[in-house]
């Protein structure tokens, strides 16, 4: 039995999920990204993003110049709610 | 560095010694904890990959919290840590059926959608196969919020690397204020992970820094550019130095430095997830911070100079290092299940490919770290795909400005280039902004 190659560890997505997405037309960055889920973990596509960019580009035939990142939201780190939640300091610090 | 235990962690009920203020995921590797978590679809068994909070690989149930980062949480005397999202246990998990079953994978978009009973029932099993933790255990009395802070300086530098440093120390001057944040527990990003600097050498850097009187802020994590709050604001979430949820920081200055660094990537070959195969930084940050081997017989991936530092030092601590070019010779898959016990390489032969199989107990993966361009792209700065440079590689002029005014970047996040080379950027770009702040009518 032929193992998987994982392409986003976060949400377990393999290679052949994306020969499978481009085969259905899905072959840009965030198109992949909505059918297959990669990038969508706690990672957030940290570790997965270029390497899954570059293959969809080489397998759909398009140069890797043209590739693009999907787009950067916040946060780009987990953090609890009660970070945000906090209340705020009325006093003003230096660095 | 020999290593000492010096306290003991509760492992699912047992106890695992560890050195108080080492990583937790080190503490359970060394003590021979080889599975951490379990993968969210496949239920794949896994360990820590790049140990510098990226990842996701460790997620972990740690002190009655759920999907806490053993890689970034520090061991302490008595702290408990349980694996999440296993059946019955992380060990063995017979949710892991799902990957036998499925071994060119589960397509959610057609599986079972009909009949109607038929998908009721798969989404109950998927509900079970699926989700990351359960809700942490209740606290006896409300907890109380820790108060935000809001921090007016010259200059911000988010990353305290070489380059986050280096241009710290080149735009400090007396009466501006310059701050670095970083979300290790320890200033010296690359540095830290680096056989050829290390600890030592980043220690260096940062009490130079300090004289200069640049405030370093560990712990200190930049999650977001918010542009419409304040008049833009750049979030930081600190983490107090006894533990404890972090609190807000909220940050204005007249300038901004993204010294990010780079992400550690895994190589794409056949069950390049298992449990061992490691980001070849976090082999080196174990080997010289933490006084752990990966393993006695490493396979190191990878033809940069990076690669060569950690064969030397591997093979100095007594390894058999087994260095794979990843160019002239690949790696095609990996063997082994809840650990890996051996490559297959594949090379150019006269006649076709020739694939030879490699025994291992550990493998460290170095390839180009990816740039860490988020928070610099949240902050308008511009990118482009550079493949000599890892990825999304920042665009900047010769001063390390980008598009956006009051922008800066340097380092690795303008595609990767080394602990030495970054340090220079880092100067060249610090050098810059003391000048522009010299200016009148410039700067603050």
């Not at chain 1, 994982?6 to 999920?17: A, F, G, L, M, W």
């Not at chain 1, 580009?57 to 939640?85: D, H």
């Not at chain 2, 798969?122 to 079970?128: A, L």
């Amino acid at each position: 039995m032929a193992g998987k190659v994982i392409v986003c560890r976060c949400e377990d997505v393999t290679q052949s999920d994306l020969d499978h997405a481009v085969a259905l037309g899905y072959s840009h960055l965030e198109e992949a990204k909505r059918y297959t889920g990669l990038g969508t973990g706690p990672c957030q596509g940290k570790e997965c993003m270029v390497a899954c960019a570059l293959y969809l580009a080489l397998a759909a035939g398009r140069p890797p110049s043209e590739v693009r990142p999907f787009t950067s939201r916040p946060p780009v780190a987990a953090i609890a709610l009660g970070t945000l939640a906090g209340p705020d300091d009325p006093g003003e610090g230096g660095g | 560095m020999p290593r000492t235990p010096d306290c003991a962690l509760e492992f699912e009920g047992e106890s695992v010694s560890a050195v108080a203020g080492e990583p937790v995921a080190v503490s359970l590797f060394a003590a021979g904890v080889k599975v951490l978590s379990r993968s969210i679809k496949y239920h794949r068994p896994r360990s820590f990959f790049c140990l510098a909070g990226h990842c996701g690989a460790c997620l972990m149930r740690i002190d009655g919290q759920p999907n806490i980062k053993a890689c970034r949480t520090l061991a302490s005397e008595g702290m408990k840590v349980e694996r999440q999202n296993a059946f019955p246990s992380g060990g063995l998990d017979v949710l892991a059926a799902a990957d036998f079953f499925f071994p060119k994978g589960m397509d959610h978009h057609t599986m079972f959608t009909a009949p109607r009973a038929v998908n009721t029932l798969m989404q109950k099993v998927v509900r079970q196969l699926g989700g990351l933790g359960r809700l942490p255990d209740p606290s006896p009395e409300p907890q109380e919020l820790p108060a935000g802070e809001r921090l007016r300086v010259d200059v911000a530098v988010v990353g305290a690397g070489p380059a986050g440093l280096a241009a710290a120390i080149a735009c400090a001057a007396p009466g501006r204020r310059v701050v670095v944040f970083d979300e290790g527990d320890r200033a010296g990003g690359s540095l830290l992970s680096h056989p050829a600097h290390g600890v030592a050498a980043a220690d260096r850097l940062a009490a130079e820094a300090r004289a200069a009187g640049v405030a370093i802020r560990c712990r200190a994590s930049a999650i977001a550019w918010y542009p419409e709050d304040e008049g833009g604001l750049l979030a930081v979430a600190e983490q107090p130095e006894g533990g404890g949820l972090p609190r807000l920081v909220r940050v204005t200055a007249a300038r901004y430095v993204y010294a990010t660094g780079g992400y550690d990537v895994n190589a794409l070959f056949e069950d390049n997830d298992r449990p061992g195969i490691f980001a070849a930084r976090a082999v080196g940050t174990m080997l010289i911070r933490h006084g752990v081997l990966a393993g006695a017989r490493p396979v190191v991936l990878g033809d940069g100079p990076y690669a060569a530092a950690l064969c030397e030092a591997l093979a100095a601590a007594g390894c058999k290092v087994m260095p794979i070019d990843g160019v002239r010779e690949r790696v095609v898959a990996a063997r082994g299940r809840a650990w890996v016990s051996g490559v297959d390489v594949q090379s150019d032969g006269k006649t076709g490919p020739v694939t030879r199989k490699i025994a291992c107990d550990a493998v460290a993966v170095a390839t180009l770290p990816a740039p860490a361009s988020e928070l610099a792209r949240q902050h308008g700065a511009e990118v482009a795909f550079r493949p000599e440079g890892g990825g999304f590689a920042v665009l900047t002029d010769g001063n390390g400005a980008t598009r956006t005014p009051g922008v800066h970047a340097c380092g690795d996040v303008c595609g990767f280039r080394g602990v030495l080379a970054a340090r220079l950027h880092g100067s060249e770009v610090g050098r810059a902004i003391a000048r522009a702040f010299a200016r009148p009518g410039e700067g603050a």
